[in-house]
Nanobody, 126 residues
């Protein structure tokens, strides 16, 4: 059974940075496309960024382009989300999720992702 575990959340001031980690266990990272989603209180879950195995298969939500970067370390079976220039609007619970169609990734169709972590809280506040 595939399992995902997020870490790295916390409280940060506006303009600060955090790096989230998603450790995948139970299988290898090359079999999945991985995405980061977030959900703020009272709002729907939204896609933030994703990465598939095909070259160039990386996506970002417009709201985070130029500020967030997704990357992965295949040896560590870990996907990262580097978040810079954080804004209060980035406050949310961040989840990583896996899609067993690894070549491409999508952010707009959440049901593609059948495996989810428990989430990590990110709070941006002064």
């Amino acid at each position: 059974q595939l399992q995902l575990a997020e870490s790295g959340g916390g409280l940060v001031q506006p303009g600060g940075s955090l790096r989230l980690s998603c450790v995948v266990s139970g299988s290898t990272l090359d079999k999945y496309a991985i995405a980061w989603f977030r959900q703020a209180p009272g709002k729907e879950r939204e896609g933030v960024s994703c990465m598939g195995n095909a070259e160039g298969s990386t996506r970002y939500a417009n709201s985070v382009k130029g500020r967030f970067t997704i990357s992965r370390d295949m040896a560590k079976n870990t996907v990262y989300l580097q978040m810079n220039s954080l804004e209060p609007e980035d406050t949310a619970i961040y989840y990583c999720a896996a899609d067993d169609m690894p070549r491409l990734c999508v952010l707009s169709y959440i049901p593609r992702y059948g495996f989810w972590g428990q989430g990590t809280q990110v709070t941006v506040s002064s």
